[in-house]
């Protein structure tokens, strides 16, 4: 009869719910996929920054274009998810 009664409990309990446990989980997993996502971007954001000004430094000038950014950084970012000014140096998340 226990067994019964925690049955039904639990039953009223998730049709009383919009969504699942288990949904509601992999939604916050996400969007804490996403806040450290945009972290790791906009750090890398301000790391690639300052190399433009110690290249403008070095240079006289700022790096013609994003491709030529990219080859004096090496492969250690990922320059897809921002914009590159050649004209100013600046750098922008899209």
């Known amino acids: 009869m226990k067994t019964f009664?925690?049955?039904?409990?639990?039953?009223?309990?998730?049709a009383g719910c919009?969504?699942?446990?288990?949904?509601e989980f992999a939604d916050e997993m996400l969007a804490s996929y996403e806040i450290s996502r945009?972290?790791?971007d906009e750090a890398s954001l301000q790391a690639i920054q300052r190399y433009?000004?110690?290249y403008r430094a070095m240079n006289d000038r700022y790096p013609e274009s994003i491709e030529e950014l990219e080859s004096a950084?090496?492969?250690?970012?990922d320059l897809e998810?921002?914009?590159y000014d050649?004209?100013?140096?600046?750098?922008t998340l899209r």
């Open 81 to 83: 998810p921002y914009d």
């Open 52 to 54: 433009i000004q110690s």
């Open 38 to 40: 945009t972290a790791a």
């Open 18 to 23: 919009d969504r699942s446990p288990v949904e």
């Open 5 to 14: 009664l925690l049955a039904c409990l639990v039953a009223l309990f998730f």
């Open 86 to 91: 050649p004209g100013s140096g600046t750098l």
């Open 73 to 77: 950084l090496g492969t250690g970012y």
